[in-house]
């Protein structure tokens, strides 16, 4: 039973690691081309597994937007840039393992 309380237990995560796993979402599901994964349900995704704090997933999407790893439509969707998938899994696996 102890084991199981502290698996539910919210972390904190960096800023990177947070940017590592939209980006292992984006990819894991395929969100790269014609798939895209709407904006809000990323959000609300990734903030259920940290503390709750929408403002700073939504930066950190916003950041990934900004480097040109994460493609914004106009329907306020997101998916991976399949061009840049080399520099995507690099960035996972150099910050989500940590």
């Known amino acids: 039973m102890v084991y199981l309380v502290n698996y539910l237990v919210r972390r904190t995560l960096s ?3 947070i940017k590592a796993d939209i980006l292992n979402r984006l990819v ?3 969100a790269f081309g014609r798939y895209h ?6 959000k609300n ?8 704090n929408g403002k700073k997933v ?5 950041d990934l937007v900004r480097a040109g790893l994460v493609i914004r439509s106009a329907r306020d969707t997101i998916y991976a840039d399949q061009r840049r998938l080399d520099e995507i899994f690099a960035y996972i696996d150099s910050n989500l393992k940590k």
């Open 15 to 17: 800023d990177e690691q």
């Open 28 to 30: 894991n599901g395929e």
């Open 37 to 42: 994964i709407p904006f809000d349900q990323m």
């Open 45 to 52: 995704w990734v903030q259920n597994r940290i503390k709750r």
């Open 58 to 62: 939504s930066k950190c999407i916003e």
